[in-house]
């Protein structure tokens, strides 16, 4: 079996487990809790066929004219790096949806953590963008802005997948929860994506072997999230905390962020004091004065 055809077979491969999560995603009703993964989930396997048949087309192998080949060949251009940009959008909203559900359980870190969350969101954007070096000029210039951002992203999901598995137990989730899972599936595919990338720029030499290899780890993710989506998922176990621990006192602070305390009268409180300590001396100056008088009568 030639190279071209295994690469084939896989991507068909791919392409059945995106199909085959799509119908198990909606069969739960997952797409309610995650609505961002559902779309990226339909847009991939919706674009997966029409790459297809513009490669076809690019190829000569549907319509040979020089004409044809050029309009599928600038078609899968914008189609490519469209769909490329949509998905690293579309991926910082499936982050934020699996932080909501991790935190669930503690309501004022989750209100605090989502602050910080898009705080942290924004400044990658910003820093991604001012680092952009657009080496290339016109339309290209797309290119050098795509993948950027879904570099920006990428490391997103593998600080999120760090901080789930560093707080699971403090938590209380399970690893056969579906946050977990989706951000495991996310985490290892950004991942696979840097080691790749940096492999490829040292040895040119094993590029169709790394590529066979990237390949795997997608569908070895894709086939994690078939598992995530066909088995039960367990009930989550409420997060009991004593009074004095750290955890809670940071949730009750982070609640009591934003939410106006008992107003004071402060002003007024200050003025009745300040009165009485004047009425205080003038009463204590009178006796002294009396008291002075009497004596010497």
């Known amino acids: 079996m030639s190279s071209q055809i295994a690469m084939t077979a896989m991507t068909g491969v791919e392409l059945l487990l995106f199909a085959v999560i799509v119908i198990l995603f909606w069969r739960r009703g997952l797409h309610h809790r995650y609505p961002a993964m559902g779309a990226y989930l339909v847009l991939r396997l919706l674009s997966e066929p029409l790459s297809s048949l ?5 190829a000569g192998k549907i319509v040979a004219t020089p004409e044809f080949r050029r309009l599928c060949e600038q078609a899968y251009f914008f189609k490519f790096w469209a769909v490329y940009i949509a998905s690293a959008v579309i991926l910082y909203f499936i982050c934020l949806e699996i932080f909501r559900s991790a935190l669930s359980a503690v309501p004022g ?15 990658s954007i910003i820093v991604t963008f001012s680092t952009v070096t657009f080496s290339h000029r016109g339309l290209l210039a797309i290119t050098d802005m795509a993948i950027a951002l879904m570099r920006s992203v990428s490391l997103l999901e593998i600080c999120l997948l760090a901080f789930l598995c560093l707080s699971m137990n403090a938590l209380r989730l399970s690893m056969r929860d579906m946050a977990f899972g989706l951000a495991l599936g996310f985490g ?14 040292r040895f040119a030499s094993l590029t169709d072997p790394l590529q066979f290899a990237y390949e795997g780890v997608i569908l070895l993710s894709l086939g994690t999230w078939v598992a995530y989506c066909a088995l039960p998922e367990p009930v989550r176990k409420p997060v009991l905390m004593p009074v004095n621990s750290t955890i809670y006192r940071w949730n009750e602070i982070a609640s009591a962020l934003g939410h106006p305390g008992t107003q004071v009268a402060g002003p007024q409180q200050a003025n009745s004091f300040f009165l009485t300590d004047v009425e205080n001396v003038v009463e204590k100056v009178l006796s002294r004065n009396l008291k002075s008088r009497e004596s010497e009568l």
């Open 109 to 123: 870190l989750l209100k605090f953590g989502i602050v910080i969350f898009r705080w942290a969101v924004l400044v």
């Open 188 to 201: 290892v595919m950004a991942s696979n994506d840097f080691v790749t990338v940096s492999l490829i720029s």
């Open 54 to 58: 513009l490669l076809l087309g690019k």
